[in-house]
Structure formats: structure tokens, C-alpha cells
T-cell receptor, first 112, second 116 residues
């Protein structure tokens, strides 16, 4: 079956540090890949997405590239801010009805 | 436009009691999904409505869970009787198109259910 594996947290880093959250997946077919973010007290928000191999999704300084050969979709940001503290979820869709398959989430804590 | 609204935001009930969660999707969104996150683990799919019909309920854990979407507007998720392992955060999402890949989903803030 399909699955998403992402690095465990919490990840604690200082402001302006470089952030990488690893995400790998197993899936039949060609999934669409997503990163969702949940800020404290809020719902899940779509951060970025990629729908085919080699696509790069980007938003708010975050980037992730769909790597089919390594079945990965790692999230990166060059210089994090305190406001980036949140839980980040990697996810995929394989079926035509849009059922999301999530990873376990990675909590990121950015300190001043 | 108003987002997806869920309530209550937090519910604490005793084992064996009944709880009903409600989700109001964005107006005009035919697709409504329920997910839950248990004990800090991955968020898991529960079910998917298209209008008032259940398109996929393969993620419903057992028959103690009942979801409805009368009239194709808001949805309720009832847990009866609640067990300790039902504790978690229940998310609702809605989308305009069925795949979600084009326009994405809008999620609610979730209902944190604690069964004691």
C-alpha cells in the first residue's frame, strides 16, 4: 500500500538557520505530493505541492522537489523565522477522489 | 469567504458516552472529508462525502463511528460509545473539485477529542 515517511521531530533550530525535513514515500502509480503546515491553534494549510516528477513546489521561502528516482519530496528553507514554528506534514494523493495519505508530521521549533 | 468551521474545538467525555462532531464546509464545496490524528501519529483518512453521498468510508475504524451529511451541506461525525483509543484530533476538509490536487483542500482547525 501507499505510505509516507518523514523525519521525526521535534526539530529545534535558531532563527536564520537552514531547515530540511526529509520525506520519502511508497506509492503505486504517480502520486501528487504535498506539504501541509499546521501553525499553533490553526487548521492544516497547504504549503506547497508538486504533481509530477522534477516539479518544484515553492511558497513562503519553502521549496520541495519531486524526485521520482529517490521517491522523495524533502522540504527546505534557507533561513527560518520564529513564525515558521509549526508542525509540517508530507502527504500524497494517488486516487482520483483525492484521498490524502499523510506522514506522521514533524514539529519544528525556531528559537530567537 | 468563510473557511471550514468545526465545533466543538475541544471535547472531553467519559468512556462510553456519545459525542457528535460537526463540520461546516465552504459553501459550494461538494467534497467533504474527515481525517483524524491519534496520539501524534500520522493523520489518517476516515471518509469522503460527495454532496450527501458517501464516496469512500474505508477509513472508518468501526461501527461506533457514524458520519452523515444530510442535504449535502454540513456533516456530523458521531462516536457512540466512545472508547479511550478514540482520543485525537478530528479534521474536516472540503474541496471544490474531487481530486483536491488542482485547488487543494481547505481544512478546519480540528476538534480535539479526549476520552477519559
Amino acid at each position: 500500500g501507499n505510505s509516507v515517511t518523514q523525519m521525526e521531530g521535534p526539530v529545534t533550530l535558531s532563527e536564520e538557520a537552514f531547515l530540511t525535513i526529509n520525506c520519502t514515500y511508497t506509492a503505486t502509480g504517480y502520486p501528487s505530493l504535498f506539504w501541509y503546515v499546521q501553525y499553533p491553534g490553526e487548521g492544516l494549510q497547504l504549503l506547497l505541492k508538486a504533481t509530477k516528477a522534477d516539479d518544484k513546489g515553492s511558497n513562503k521561502g519553502f521549496e520541495a522537489t519531486y524526485r521520482k528516482e529517490t521517491t522523495s519530496f524533502h522540504l527546505e528553507k534557507g533561513s527560518v523565522q520564529v513564525s515558521d514554528s509549526a508542525v509540517y506534514f508530507c502527504a500524497l494523493i494517488t486516487d482520483s477522489w483525492g484521498k490524502l495519505q499523510f506522514g506522521a508530521g514533524t514539529q519544528v521549533v525556531v528559537t530567537p | 469567504e468563510a473557511g471550514v468551521t468545526q465545533f466543538p474545538s475541544h471535547s472531553v467525555i467519559e468512556k462510553g458516552q456519545t459525542v457528535t462532531l460537526r463540520c461546516d464546509p465552504i459553501s459550494g464545496h461538494d467534497n467533504l472529508y474527515w481525517y483524524r490524528r491519534v496520539m501524534g501519529k500520522e493523520i489518517k483518512f476516515l471518509l469522503h462525502f460527495v454532496k450527501e453521498s458517501k464516496q469512500d468510508e474505508s477509513g472508518m475504524p468501526n461501527n461506533r463511528f457514524l458520519a452523515e451529511r444530510t442535504g449535502g451541506t454540513y456533516s456530523t461525525l458521531k462516536v457512540q460509545p466512545a472508547e479511550l483509543e478514540d482520543s485525537g484530533v478530528y479534521f474536516c476538509a472540503s474541496s471544490q473539485d474531487r481530486s483536491g490536487a488542482s485547488y487543494g483542500y481547505t481544512f478546519g482547525s480540528g476538534t480535539r477529542l479526549t476520552v477519559v
